[in-house]
């Protein structure tokens, strides 16, 4: 098993008495696909802003320890960082309408990103551009390099995040729901485009989802998060097909069926998901809660697929 | 494939404070605006007692001149206005500051009127001007953007071309204008009548030359509400538009027009100071804070007095009205936007 | 671009038709009085009001009337003043316009930079004593009256402390360029600096919404995930995006100053600019110099705001193709 690109261990955020990220440890191994799973709240976002050293919230408290390459990310300078960020990690956001600063053209914003980290001339820069836009399939890529980004439709402008993420070959892509904004035939392409460049260029790539599709066409690795918590890790066949978490189980649950019998209405969990406590997160809309759900389960498991749940072994393989 | 496992349960509905009452809270927790609130309340009461002022405590009538008057000053009586001293002696000094509330507090003008009533006397003229040519202006502001915004079309082609050329012409030039041609025949249209003299003209034009600062705003916003469903619910259950526009369209931008108020009324009680300082406001005798600044510029190096107590009034009331205005906008409706940031 | 351009003076054109359709109506068309004897000014003899009538056409149409009154203004220029028997309009506003555009350009250039600069410096700043000190100066800027500021520095500079600190203040006036660009910035020094405050304060509170908003933009996000400088962030994105509200609202306040705020400086710091020439009028209701200045004046304002705009597009590429 190869040396893991970005080991995270015991990550905790908090937002003066808000705990956003609680105890999270995960790992990347390089050139592996991992999909994070999870509902709005559920401090998967905040979670990877923390490992990038994103957040900027005035008392926000950041604790752990995260290892990407040998170095622990939280313990960089400033400088130091920066050099990392868009080099060795890039990342890219939800909303391609207001990623890209509107004022530059695309391609001054992806040599800008360029030249940040690499001694080379303008026009070495631009033409890097062109040729950017053209792998990630934006036509015409010798005009459209110098066009707005409101010239560019959603689709297209989230392939030139892609392309401005992709500049300096990042080891590891962080992508926090690139696909979310678009409309489905784009979502489809976009998760072409990204399984395609990790093919050629080999990067590992973190997909912060909620969607199960997505997690099912592109992870190789799934980890499901809830209340600021993992309650799930394993290779995407183990989750999908033997789920062990009641709340994977209702997750899994609420994706509609193209083939079989066809249910009236589509399962939903009861309840909206609460702050981290003391006890398991999930535990207020757990159909199988049990009295020792009042304390937090462990993440434990056998061979690489863990979960973070009391319920006896017969009980989590239904 | 795709599937949002996103789930929202419907929450208990708890019964909460209409917005309103939601904004009066959050304006209440705002320091700075209830200071800026306590001290409007304390001008208004000055300015409203500005008769017993003059009648109880100075004994003095601020309209009428007082050439041969004499006051008593540390036991000694002396000339209200005295022969200058300075340059040819032609010109009249007016007795300054007795710091004496009953009699020439903060001295005479150069008619020897007391500078303190007329302080508060014109204090109730500038606060009226500023305050009912606001009113009248948000009015008049509401139903043109409305309509504009509500109906589309030629109505609102041509009142977007008519704000917009407003909109370009220098406010002041505009008052000017207006001021130069009404101060000397009044405005006689169809069944309105105000006279030459009048403070209603002020406060008619300040009122006009403002109306695209307000309409405009409204007119965006109305337009946005425009394709909203709930707007286009009422149109489907066979609500007249007038209905509309009162039931669903009015109380919607109902709250900008609030944030507005205070804004405009500090706004054009400058403007009123403004024209009164360029002698095309208030007309004498009737007094404003901008015309005692007029009066006070011949006398700055001799009795300064006059012309800071007046500007100072101007500039408290308006930092007052501008501050709680902030604060309206910060409880109401953090986006609406003045022309620019005031 | 050039398309923009044509388009946007094209329709300056029209704003200023309609302004001056605007004009002439409210002088000659506003019911009550006889406008003859508007223009013939008070206590005008009979001989007077005739030569009026019969110079503005007050017999035959209104269109006429419009046209043969633009003609007095722009073609002919020989619109004359009937207070001051004789004097010839134009001229004197000609002579007026450079020490409005001194004025008012040399105020613009010291409240934009100190505006920006301030503004910047409140929002990159959040938190430290900058930031109230900059949100004050905007309160007071929208709330004191310009002409009442004029009336204390001078209290201060000519009088109270001219004998000692201030001594090296010339007195109230203009002292045009063919005296030297020291003497000129000298004696407007003042005047600029009253002016330019005010405005600097409500600038910099704006920009710094302005920043603040922008600082919480995905696009501010996505430039630190590219791993750029802070500084290359405020500067390069946070305030080159807020710098485009600000330039139009500029647009906006120039024309004002021209025909409003400076008006009043003028008159303060005894500028003989086309502001002082208004004033005069207004005080003994000179009507055709009136509606001279005010035309100019709107003129001059509506095309600054049309270059503002030609500039605001180069600023922000969304409006050139709109």
């Not at chain 1, 402008?157 to 401005?164: E, G, L, N, Y």
């Not at chain 2, 000053?73 to 002696?89: F, I, M, Y």
């Not at chain 3, 030569?51 to 003609?71: H, N």
């Not at chain 3, 008012?104 to 920006?116: E, Y």
Request: hydrophobic fraction near 50%; charge should be positive.
């Amino acid at each position: 098993m190869p040396e893991p690109l970005l080991e995270v261990s015991d990550l905790r955020i908090r937002f003066g008495g808000f705990t956003a990220v609680d105890g999270l440890s995960f790992s990347v191994r390089p050139g592996e696909v991992l999909g994070v799973v999870g509902e709005s709240g559920s401090g998967k976002s905040v979670s990877m802003l923390g490992v990038l050293g994103l957040i900027r919230t005035p008392g926000a408290k950041i604790s752990g320890k995260v290892v990407f390459r040998g170095r622990d990310l939280l313990a960089l300078k400033n400088a130091e960082m920066r050099a990392i960020r868009g080099r060795e990690i890039a990342m890219i956001f939800q909303d391609p309408m207001t990623a890209l600063t509107p004022v530059y053209t695309i391609g001054w914003q992806i040599a800008e990103q360029v030249r940040a980290h690499e001694k080379v001339s303008k026009r070495a820069a631009r033409d890097r551009a062109i040729k950017l836009l053209d792998e990630v399939g934006i036509p015409a890529p010798e005009q459209r390099v110098d066009a707005y980004p409101h010239e560019f439709s959603g689709g297209m402008r989230q392939r030139a995040v892609i392309a401005m993420a992709l500049s300096c070959n990042p080891a590891l892509l962080i992508a926090d729901e690139p696909t979310t904004a678009l409309d489905v035939t784009t979502q489809a392409q976009i998760l072409d485009l990204l399984r395609r460049l990790r093919a050629d260029h080999g990067s590992a790539v973190v997909m912060i989802t909620h969607d199960m599709g997505v997690v099912s066409e592109i992870a190789d690795e799934v980890l499901v998060m809830y209340g600021g918590r993992a309650v799930e890790r394993g290779s995407r066949t183990e989750v999908f097909h033997s789920p062990r978490h009641p709340y994977t189980w209702g997750l899994l649950d609420s994706v509609p069926r193209v083939s079989g019998p066809r249910v009236r209405r589509l399962p939903t969990i009861p309840g909206t998901p609460g702050a981290a406590g003391q006890g398991c997160p999930f535990a207020d809309r757990c159909t199988h809660r049990l009295a020792a759900c009042a304390e937090a389960p462990p993440l434990s498991g056998t061979a690489g697929h863990l979960d973070a749940c009391w319920l006896p072994e017969e009980e989590k393989t239904r | 494939m795709t599937a949002a496992v996103e789930t929202v349960a419907p929450r208990a509905a708890r019964p909460s404070a209409g917005p309103w009452r939601q904004a009066l809270r959050r304006l209440a927790r705002n320091r700075s605006a209830m200071i800026a609130a306590a001290g409007l309340v304390l001008i208004v009461l000055a300015c409203a007692l500005a008769p017993v002022y003059a009648g109880s405590i100075a004994h003095t009538d601020p309209f009428t001149s007082n050439a041969s008057g004499t006051a008593v000053v540390n036991g000694a009586r002396v000339p209200v206005l005295a022969q200058s001293t300075e340059g040819l002696g032609l010109g009249v000094t007016p007795i300054g500051p007795t710091w004496n509330p009953g009699s020439f507090f903060l001295g005479a003008d150069n008619q020897g009127r007391d500078v303190m009533a007329r302080l508060l006397y014109g204090g109730r003229n500038s606060l009226m001007i500023g305050l009912s040519s606001a009113a009248l202006c948000c009015v008049l502001a509401t139903l043109l953007g409305v309509l504009a915004g509500y109906f589309g079309g030629w109505i609102d082609a041509v009142l977007s071309r008519f704000f917009d050329v407003i909109w370009a012409f220098p406010v002041y030039l505009l008052a000017i204008c207006l001021s130069v041609v009404l101060l000397t025949s009044g405005l006689h249209v169809g069944p309105i009548h105000i006279d030459a003299g009048s403070l209603a003209l002020p406060v008619v034009i300040i009122a006009l030359i403002y109306v695209p600062y307000v309409a405009r705003p409204l007119r965006g916003q109305v337009i946005a509400l425009r394709n909203k469903e709930f707007l286009h619910a009422a149109v489907g259950l066979g609500a007249s538009d007038l209905r509309i526009m009162r039931r669903e369209v009015l109380p919607n931008v109902l709250p900008t027009v609030v944030v507005f108020l205070p804004l405009m009324t500090a706004l054009n009680m400058l403007t009123e100071s403004a024209l009164s300082f360029l002698s095309v406001g208030v007309q004498s005798p009737d007094a404003s804070w901008g015309t005692i600044i007029n009066d006070g510029l011949a006398l700055l190096y001799t009795r300064p007095a006059i012309t800071i107590a007046a500007g100072l009034c101007v500039g408290l009331t308006a930092v007052a009205l501008n501050v709680l205005g902030d604060g309206v906008r910060d409880a109401l409706d953090p986006n609406a936007r003045l022309r620019g940031g005031a | 671009m050039i398309g923009y351009i044509l388009r946007r003076f094209g329709a300056a054109v029209l704003v200023l038709f309609a302004i001056s359709v605007l004009v002439f109506l409210i002088f000659f068309a506003t019911p009550g009085v006889d406008p003859a004897a508007r223009i013939a000014g008070k206590n005008a003899d009979p001989a007077t009001l005739a030569q009026v009538r019969a110079s503005f056409g007050f017999d035959r149409p209104l269109p006429v009337q419009y046209v043969l009154m633009m003609k007095h203004l722009f073609v002919s220029h020989d619109l004359t003043s009937f207070v001051n028997r004789g004097t010839l309009v134009i001229p004197q506003i000609i002579d007026a316009v450079p020490v409005t555009l001194s004025l008012v350009v040399g105020a613009a250039v010291i409240w934009m930079v100190l505006g920006v600069g301030m503004g910047t410096l409140a929002g990159a700043m959040r938190g430290t004593l900058v930031d109230p000190l900059v949100m004050l100066l905007g309160v007071f800027g929208v709330s004191l009256p310009v002409y009442w500021l004029g009336e204390v520095v001078n209290l201060i500079t000519q009088k109270q402390l001219h004998g000692s600190v201030f001594s090296w203040v010339p007195p109230l006036g203009y002292a045009p360029l063919s005296q030297g660009v020291g003497q000129w910035a000298l004696h407007l020094l003042f005047p600029w600096l009253t002016l330019a405050l005010l405005y600097a304060g409500i600038y910099a509170r704006l920009l710094r919404g302005e920043l603040i908003n922008a600082l919480n933009e995905d696009y501010v996000r996505t430039a630190r995930a590219k791993g750029l400088s802070e500084r290359r962030i405020l500067i390069r994105h946070a305030l080159r995006c807020s710098l485009i509200p600000i330039v139009s609202l500029f647009g906006l306040d120039f024309g004002a100053l021209v025909g409003g705020a400076a008006l009043l400086t003028e008159v303060v710091f005894g500028l003989p600019g086309v502001g002082k020439l208004t004033y005069q009028a207004l005080q003994n209701l000179d009507l055709p110099v009136i509606m001279g200045t005010v035309l100019y004046a709107a003129f001059f304002v509506v095309l600054a705001n049309a270059v503002v705009d030609v500039l605001y597009a180069r600023l922000d590429p969304r409006v050139r193709r709109a």
